[in-house]
Structures are given as structure tokens and as C-alpha cells.
């Protein structure tokens, strides 16, 4: 049931931007691309952007990189130590252990959240940066629709493109007609 949602929806997306080019073609629109990955890794912003992202995930990796360490000096320990341990010393050791494996799962998580937090507050900061000059030069160059190439989308296109009042329009009507009879 999913995949023929999905696959409604993707034919419906796929068909929209049919029309929407079919619109185009008739009226002489004009189309451009903008590579959003080239502007945030050439950009000057966009570098700075990038360098703070690479800064935090280093941090987090020494950050698990020590942990790691400790872990490995306590099992390194046990391992040696073995023989001369009391069977509590052990377990001490192996309490240890799993303390540090648990803290060590617990900053990854966190890691990982805090990331994905910086990098949509990041990108968010930058599209939002970005949308008034693209909204400008779609004008100086009256443009009626700009793809991103990076990812799939459009990022801009000019409301009169827009064929979904007319598309529902005649699904209603087609719906509301009686059944043709035979």
C-alpha cells in the first residue's frame, strides 16, 4: 500500500513538473539551474559553514576517541592483571567497563543529535541567506523557474506556472460526472 502511495505521489510530482514545462514551452518561460552544494563549498559563507560543522564533528570525535581510549586501557588492565585479581577487583574492572561502553554510547548519541541539530540551523541560516538573491536575480534575468541541481526541486517558479487549481478542478469535475452508460 506504501509503495503505490509513493509511487502515486511521484507520478503526480512527476506529471506536475510535465505540465509545468509543457507551460513554459507554450509561453516561452525561461529556466535556469543553481547547484546549491557548489555554493555552500565555494562560497565564502558557505566555507565558514562547513568549517564550523568539520570543528564540532572533530570535537565529538575526540570526545568518543578518549573514551575509547579509557576503555581499552581497563580492558588492557584486566586482561594483564587476571591471574593476580580478586574476583571483586575484577568485576570492579568490568564494572568499569561497561560504565564507560554506556557513557561512551550516551556521547555518541549525543554527538550525533547536536549534530544533526548544527546542521540544520546551519543550512537553515544559509537558504535563508540565499532566497532574496536568488529571488533578485530570477528577476534581473526574469526567470520563471530555477531547478536546484544539487537536490531534487525547484526553487523557485512563478506562481502563474502553478496548474494545481486547474488539475483539481477538473479531477472534481471529472468525479462529480455521472457515469457514462452504454
Known sequence: MRHHVRLFALLAVLGT???AG????????????????????KSVEGMKAIAQLQAADKKFGDQIARIDDQIKQLQGRLTAQRLTLT?????????????RQ????RAVEDASRSMQELQATTLTRIQTDLM?????????????LIF???????????????LTPEVIRRYDALKAAPPVKK
Do not use: C, H, M, W
Open 102 to 105: 554506556t557513557e561512551r554510547q
Open 132 to 144: 532574496p538573491i536568488i529571488e533578485q536575480v530570477r528577476k534581473d534575468k526574469g526567470l520563471d
Open 148 to 162: 536546484d541541481v544539487a537536490k531534487p526541486g525547484i526553487v523557485y517558479f512563478t506562481p502563474t506556472l502553478d
Open 22 to 41: 509543457l507551460a513554459l514551452a507554450q509561453e516561452g518561460g525561461k529556466l535556469a539551474t543553481i547547484n546549491s552544494q557548489e555554493v555552500l563549498e
Open 87 to 99: 574476583p571483586e577487583a575484577a568485576a570492579g574492572i568490568q564494572a568499569d567497563i561497561q560504565k
Open 17 to 19: 513538473a510535465g505540465l
